[in-house]
């Protein structure tokens, strides 16, 4: 992954471009990087900011707002849902912390204890806890997660954080931890699985078939 991802300098000056060039053309242009909320408000000089992945406003209440639902919304303003039930704190995070076919939804996003980790910055660890944007931006928790396997810990992908990316180009992502119970929520550390239920699978297999024969009728018309 890290051999495609932006490095930290280039994500910032991409940022910057995407702000320049929606001002110039006077159109709304979003990311879903958190620390898109702390480039908008610098390089506007303290007039815009952006408080959630969709929108971008300089009244004084959109940057209360900001300072509340600011920046990365994993698990406190949206989570993700898998084909097969699985809740998740984003689609890029695929930490389950229930299913939606065994309880309820508005359950899992009150008592999910990754979700109410999330909720708290003052949980995170590094720089991200100490960082003065952290409540408009509080970096990336899937990149964290993928990173470091610390889902509360720095984001690598900030430019705030260059120290974090550097040390994962010269020794490598961690390693060694394949599953974990750190939460006590019976959660799983585990790669994005596609859910594909059996019978999409006989629908395939019938599929192929169709094609095989279809190809078969073809080829005899050929040498008819």
Not at 69 to 90: H, L, M
Not at 158 to 164: H, P
Not at 186 to 203: D, I, T
Request: aromatic share 8%; glycine share 8%.
């Amino acid at each position: 992954m890290i051999k495609t991802d932006l490095s930290p300098e280039e994500r910032e000056e991409f940022m910057k471009e995407v702000y320049h060039q929606m001002k110039k053309r006077k159109l709304e242009i979003l990311t879903t990087a958190p620390q898109y909320a702390r480039v908008t408000l610098l390089e506007s000089q303290g007039k815009n900011v952006t408080p959630a992945h969709f929108y971008i406003g300089e009244s004084n209440a959109v940057r209360t707002l900001a300072e509340f639902i600011g920046g990365c919304g994993a698990g406190r303003i949206y989570a993700g849902i898998e084909p097969d039930g699985t809740v998740t704190p984003c689609v890029f995070l695929p930490l389950p912390v229930g299913n939606i076919r065994t309880e309820p939804f508005k359950e899992i996003w009150e008592t999910s204890r990754i979700f109410n980790l999330l909720r708290n910055r003052n949980s995170f660890t590094g720089q991200c806890k100490n960082c003065p944007y952290k409540n408009i931006c509080g970096g990336c928790r899937a990149r964290a997660y993928h990173y470091t396997l610390d889902i509360m810990g720095d984001d690598p992908g900030c430019i705030i954080n260059k120290r974090v990316w550097e040390d994962i180009m010269k020794h490598g992502k961690p390693t060694g931890v394949s599953e974990v119970n750190w939460v006590d929520e019976s959660v799983v550390m585990r790669l994005p699985v596609l859910y594909v239920p059996s019978y999409y699978s006989a629908v395939e297999m019938s599929g192929e078939k169709l094609l095989e024969m279809e190809e078969g009728g073809i080829k005899e018309r050929l040498h008819a």
